[in-house]
């Protein structure tokens, strides 16, 4: 009775159900990382105190990939090969998602990523989900924002031309403003990693656009904002997509941007009665507000959980179906419910920036 080491907390780890999740908890974009683990910490969490899946506690293992798409691949296929998880979570970037998709698609493994937007992402994988909505859609809902409700019609555009998510995006903008009759004046990729970004400014200044779409991470946009005011560029005339999302695009460039929008799929004063819930939940466990990427993370993590529950058992097929088959779904991002292409049917926000903080401006449902 008085035996050491029994009891909760203590079950051995051949009693938990393994689940893998790869992030970029190191690197370029380590927020990206950092904020979404902390979701799907607490969704663990809740789960678990709840009894975990019919008695059983779910462990997550964590594997960094460093912010590259290798590791990204290799992290997927150790968490599958040596780990033997049930199912994966992440990842955020949609390159790397890409990446990490192909090898739990191969393995016959579900995966789901919390906020990976490429339209690429999910298509032709069966074994391969998201919970967010997709570039075409957020595109879309980016340039009707910017014709029909800040009424502009001259635009530019400024993308990394090398990054799947990032000339995705750009595509789908360009396209819906086009076909609103709106008029593109300047469209510039640039290259990935590039840090000045002066001369291609100074270039569309002169072609005197009423808004910049630029559709890209948050850590070059603090470079674009801040190199934007030094051209004499308003920050308020940036609209942005979700790779915005980061404290630290507030901390570095939050000033600059004051009044720039961006399509999202969260922010801490959203409407909906659940994302009350976690909000208060989360702020509880970590003492700060939740990011639209831990939000991200927190329903991926939480829809899988569910799943599981469903499913007769852990199996990869009897998930990849409880997955499929998901409807109407209570997240703190809004009620999602899975399509037949694996994609997420939700809401999607438009986020002001003001007086240093994300505000909900207004939500579309995507179509
Ligand atoms: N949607 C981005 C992508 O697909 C990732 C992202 C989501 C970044 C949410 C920030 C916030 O690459």
Same mark, same amino acid.
């Given at each position: 009775v008085f035996g050491l080491g029994v009891g909760a907390g203590c079950?051995?780890? *051949?009693d938990e159900i393994p689940v893998g999740a790869y992030l970029? !908890?190191? $690197?370029? @974009?380590?927020t990206f990382g950092t904020d979404t683990r902390e979701g799907i910490e607490l969704a663990l969490d809740e789960r678990n105190a709840a009894g975990g899946i019919r008695g059983k506690k779910i462990r997550v293992i964590y594997e960094d990939d460093k912010s590259t798409t290798q590791e990204a691949s290799q992290k997927v296929r150790q968490l599958i090969d040596? @780990?033997?998880?049930v199912a994966v979570l992440g990842e955020v970037a949609s390159s790397r998602s890409l990446a990490g998709g192909l090898v739990a698609n191969n393995a016959h493994i579900p995966l789901i990523t919390?906020?990976?937007?490429?339209?690429?992402?999910?298509? $032709?994988?069966?074994w391969v989900f998201r919970v967010c909505f997709t570039d075409e859609q957020q595109g879309k809902v980016a340039a009707r924002f910017v014709k +029909?409700? !800040?009424?502009?019609n001259k635009v530019g555009i400024f993308y990394a031309a090398q990054d799947t998510y990032s000339s995705g995006l750009a595509k789908s903008f360009r396209e819906e403003f086009t076909k609103l $009759?709106?008029?593109?004046v300047v469209d510039k990729g640039y290259q990935k990693?590039?840090? +000045?970004f002066t001369t291609y400014l100074n270039e569309l200044k002169a072609a005197n656009p009423e808004v910049i779409f630029v559709p890209n991470y948050y850590n070059e946009m603090v470079q674009v904002a801040r190199q934007a005011k030094q051209v004499g560029?308003?920050? *308020?005339?940036f609209v942005g997509g979700d790779?915005? @999302? *980061?404290?630290n695009l507030l901390e570095g460039a939050g000033a600059e941007l004051e009044g720039a929008y961006f399509t999202n799929?969260?922010?801490?004063?959203?409407?909906w009665p659940n994302s009350k819930k976690f909000l208060a939940a989360f702020e509880e466990k970590y003492k700060h507000d939740p990011s639209s990427l831990s939000a991200q993370g927190y329903d991926a993590a939480s829809l899988l959980f569910d799943a599981m529950g469903r499913a007769?058992?852990? *199996?990869p097929e009897a998930l990849r179906k409880a997955i499929a088959d998901t409807k109407d779904f209570q997240g703190a991002t809004g009620t999602l419910s899975i399509d037949k292409d694996r994609n997420a049917n939700k809401p999607i926000v438009v986020v002001q920036i003001k007086d240093k903080k994300f505000r909900f401006a207004t939500q579309v449902l995507a179509e």
């Open positions: 079950s051995k780890k *051949s970029s !908890l190191s $690197g370029a @974009d380590s040596r @780990d033997k998880v919390p906020s990976s937007t490429a339209v690429e992402v999910t298509q $032709g994988r069966d +029909n409700e !800040l009424k502009k $009759g709106g008029t593109i990693g590039e840090t +000045n560029i308003p920050g *308020s005339s790779g915005w @999302d *980061s404290a799929h969260y922010a801490p004063d959203v409407p007769p058992d852990t *199996s």
